[in-house]
T-cell receptor
């Protein structure tokens, strides 16, 4: 069974702080995705990383895929209240996506 | 642009009742998925389909059934509802595996 563990599970920080969320697995994935989910909504894709060691930036968000394609990290610089939400990583296989346990982020103004 | 549409949005069932959660997508996607999300947790895959007439089990299929008679529709059936099935259910679709998955807004189901 493929498992994706995310840490931390919960994070509450002040506006302007930096943070990093981790996603770890014992399995290799062909690609890994990060989604953000807001209350009452379905997850929405932020980014897909495909190549081991790949780094992608999306404004204040930086995503990195581990060299062995088993882990990933999401770094947010100068967090804002609008970043509040549940962040999910998902390992993408040929036919399906396996989601991580989630990190619930709250950014306080 | 409807995307993925789920109905109903909310439902309360009594133990032992049955119901069908509806999911339809208008993006002509081949792949469709059903996930459940327990409070504060990630998503667990129930069933998925790679095309009309083809379905397969995910991580937590027990107590559920699916069918895929058309590209657009992927209903999820609960035959004998149990309290353990209280959850939020999400349907999703993608063009092929590994590409962006588009999610519906979810169905919040409570079994009492």
């Amino acid at each position: 069974t493929q498992l994706l563990e995310q840490s931390p599970q919960f994070l509450s920080i002040q506006e302007g702080e930096n943070l990093t969320v981790y996603c770890n697995s014992s399995s290799v994935f062909s690609s890994l995705q990060w989604y953000r989910q807001e209350p009452g909504e379905g997850p929405v894709l932020l980014v897909t990383v495909v190549t081991g060691g790949e780094v992608k930036k999306l404004k204040r968000l930086t995503f990195q895929f581990g060299d062995a394609r088993k882990d990933s990290s999401l770094h947010i610089t100068a967090a804002q209240p609008g970043d509040t939400g549940l962040y999910l990583c998902a390992g993408a296989g040929t036919y399906k996506y396996i989601f991580g346990t989630g990190t619930r982020l709250k950014v306080l103004a | 642009n409807a995307g993925v549409t789920q109905t109903p949005k909310f439902r309360i069932l009594k133990i032992g009742q049955s119901m069908t959660l509806q999911c339809t997508q208008d993006m002509n996607h081949n792949y469709m998925y059903w996930y459940r999300q327990d409070p504060g947790m990630g998503l667990k895959l129930i069933y998925y389909s790679v095309g009309a007439g083809i379905t397969d089990k995910g991580e937590v299929p027990n107590g559920y059934n699916v069918s895929r008679s058309t590209t657009e529709d992927f209903p999820l059936r609960l035959e004998l509802a149990a309290p353990s099935q209280t959850s939020v259910y999400f349907c999703a679709s993608s063009q092929i595996g590994g590409t962006e998955a588009f999610f519906g807004q979810g169905t919040r189901l409570t079994v009492v």
